[in-house]
Structure formats: structure tokens, C-alpha cells
């Protein structure tokens, strides 16, 4: 017997069932046409926005709550770059005519699980009609105490470079997660492939680093088009050049595994994007004492590489120190 076809909430309905529990204190309970946020005193906000779009960031059937958190985490990402801690965030969210209210109560289980993880509450949005694919659009606040976010352009000829995490594991798991599936993905363990697809569907925002990126960075910068590419941005931005060791650059289990059944994957994992880490120039003196930081915080910081003079695009070398050329050094959408 077929089940009955419930008619749709309105906005306001949908507003009131599924976002205004997720509101902070900011957020009005979401009866108001803005939010109200007063920073601390002594601090300066800190904001960022992205965008995801159905098709092109997830695949439309991943699942709603791994949406949501990649949605909010990719956000969170830019502002743990900065040094910065959440305050709030707003969405947009633009939604298909094919949706339907499990699938949006799935979508605010996993926003409302990600957002209590990061503190970082809901303060408002707008909920629309969609012409086309699903879109959510965030835009995070933080703040930093004055003075302190760490930019992208700060870094000095002979800083060392280092990267928090593992680099290549989303775009691993973005690969076995296209149909038709990697034929190399055959090859590996069950366990391995879950680690690799978790990586794409779940980034990790490295908030607890920002704190010891404020004392000891000079420059971050969030890896989410591909370390090569976005190696090449923080240099550009400083006008600089850096050379970085192949061998240096940390890879999980997962991704070793997936290397060693196919050695022309580290391409991949290297430009791919979606990892979501920090890559950040320190002075040479402050590395040590960051590092120790960083393991204490549960985010280890791997050092690969050294900011160089010149403005030339930076130079990888492999373990024999020949420079490695890469067809493409990051995603882009144009």
C-alpha cells in the first residue's frame, strides 16, 4: 500500500522544526531578519564563506548528514587557518524540488552534530527554491584577539614549511567513490577504502591549532584544492619561492597502501584537493616549540620544505632530487 504524500512544510515551518534549535544566542531563535554578534573585546572578526553545490562538491546521494558536515567544515578549515575561533555561521541553503523532509532532518542531524563539535552555533540564513542542483551556502564568523590572524602572505626566505595531518586521502577516496569505482580500489582492504571515502565525505577542520598558529605561524593557508596548488598560492602571495621534499610529505596508511598497488596515484593525492589540512610557514626557531604544540593538540605538524627566494613557482623534488612536474597542480572549477 503506497504511503500518503504529506504536503511540505512552509519556510517558516521548516525554519521553526529543523533550524531554530541549532541557533545560538546570536541567532535571535531565528525570529528576526539578522543576527546580533558583539565580538570580544580586544578581538577582530574573522569571516569566510563557501559554497557547495550538488554535482560538483558531493555527490547528490552521499549521505545528508555528511553534507552538512563537509558544508560547515570546509568553512571552519579557513577560519582554523587563520588562527581564528568560531563564533557562528550562516546558511544558505537552496533546495531541489525533489527533496524531502527525511533527508532535511538527516542534512540538521549532521549540521547540529558539526556545529556543537566546533562550537560554532547557527545564527541565521535563507532557505530557497533551487533552479537547478542542490546549493548550501555558508559563511563562518570567528575572531582572533587584534592584530593576530595569521594571512596567507607573511612568510620569509628560509621559513620552514609545514603541513598538519595527511595530505591525499580525500582525493583518494573521491576517486573510489566515482562510478565507475578505481579499478586499483579492487586491490585494497575494506577497512582501507572506508578510511580513504571517509576522508572525502568527512574534512577535519584543524581548529585545535589556531591558538598555536597565532603564536608561531607566520603564514597559513587551508589545503583544499591541492598542496602543490595551494603550496604555489601562499608563494605567490608573499612574492617568494619554496622547495619542498616528495618523501617529506606525510601520507596515512590508507594512502600508502593505495600508492603501493598503484605508484601513479601520488599525482592524485598531492593535487587532488579536499584534504583540508594547514600548511604554514614558521620561523626555523619556532618550529620545535609548534610542533610540540601541535602533538599536544592532537594535530601533528610535519615539516617538508623551506621558503626560497625569487618568485618562481615552487620546486618539488623526489627522493633522488629530481624535480617533479605536475600536469596539474590544484582543482579548479574554471
Known sequence: MARPVLPRPTEDELIARYFAPLAGEGGLSLRDDAALLVPSPGHDLVLTTDAVVAGVHYFPDDPASSIACKALGVNLSDLAAKGAEPRGFLLTLALPDEWDEAWLADFCTGLSEAAAL?????????????????????????????????RRGGARVGDRLLVSGSIGDAALGLKLRQKPAAAWGDALSYPVR?????????????????????????????????????????????DLSAEVEIDRIPLSDAARAA????????DVALTGGDDYEILCAVDPAAV?????????????????????????????RDAKGEIRHFRSGSFSHF
Open 194 to 238: 572506508a578510511a580513504l571515502v571517509d576522508r572525502y565525505l568527512h574534512p577535519r577542520a584543524r581548529l585545535p591549532l589556531a591558538p598555536h598558529l597565532r603564536a608561531h605561524a607566520r603564514a597559513a593557508m587551508d589545503v583544499s584544492d591541492g598542496l602543490v596548488g595551494d603550496l604555489a598560492k601562499m608563494m605567490r602571495a608573499a
Open 259 to 266: 600508492l603501493a598497488v598503484e605508484p601513479g596515484l601520488l
Open 118 to 150: 566546533a562550537s560554532c552555533p547557527l545564527l541565521g540564513g535563507d532557505t530557497v527554491r533551487a533552479a537547478g542542483p542542490m546549493l548550501l551556502g555558508i559563511t563562518a564568523l570567528g575572531e582572533v584577539p587584534s592584530g593576530t590572524m595569521v
Open 288 to 316: 620545535p616549540a609548534l610542533q610540540a604544540a601541535a602533538e599536544r593538540a592532537g594535530v601533528p605538524l610535519t615539516e617538508i620544505g623551506t621558503v626560497t627566494e625569487g618568485g618562481a613557482p615552487p620546486v618539488l
